[in-house]
């Protein structure tokens, strides 16, 4: 169990990198307002994810 959480909680922590990446490129080009304002949503909901996933990790490590 912990090292499938370990392994998810890597995917998730590069997921959330990979969105503010595009997030900011996206806001940097200026090109879609609207897209950019729905990748720093999905950011936001990523890293609650991660944050869950995290804490499940240290919970379940003990």
């Not at 998810?8 to 950019?36: D, E, H, K, Q």
């Amino acid at each position: 169990m912990q090292t499938f959480l370990y392994h998810l909680t890597t995917v998730a922590v590069v997921a959330v990198i990979a969105v503010l990446f595009m997030g900011l490129w996206t806001m940097a080009r200026g090109s879609s307002p609207n897209l950019s304002q729905k990748l720093m949503r999905l950011r936001v909901l990523l890293q609650l994810f991660a944050i869950v996933v995290i804490m499940a990790f240290v919970f379940f490590g003990r």
